[in-house]
């Protein structure tokens, strides 16, 4: 069952103070970021599970892809963008772009996260 919108947004604002990718976007945890512009960061994952892993993370704090409105499109397809421009400057050749939505799905950080991977040289 869906939540109601109240609830919903009190869940939101409830983890934003709690969320690890907000207080690297805010610089209160340190982090070299590897691009970043008005919407988005983006940095090596921790646990790499390539020899290329990058995480793409919009500023704007969305829990998770079930949570995106038709009002956050073109920040989705910015995050796309900039994957290819790391997938450019990085000279790879090859790369998987991954969401994972929810628990069940591998899902860690509640703030969306664009993953991209490759073993490519």
């Known amino acids: 069952m869906r939540e109601s919108a109240s609830v919903a947004s009190a869940n939101i604002n409830k983890t934003m103070s709690d969320c690890i990718f907000c207080k690297i976007i805010a610089k209160q945890i340190p982090s070299e970021f590897i691009y970043e512009d008005d919407l988005c960061v983006a940095f090596k994952d921790i646990n790499p599970k390539a020899k290329y892993h990058f995480l793409i993370v919009p500023k704007a704090h969305i829990p998770a892809v079930s949570d995106i409105e038709e009002s956050n499109s073109a920040l989705m397809g910015h995050l796309i963008f900039v994957a290819k ?32 991977m490759s073993d490519a040289t």
């Open 85 to 116: 421009k790391l997938g450019l400057e990085k000279n790879l050749a090859h790369y998987k772009l991954q969401f994972n939505v929810g628990r069940g799905a591998g899902q860690e950080v509640f703030h969306i996260h664009l993953h991209l």
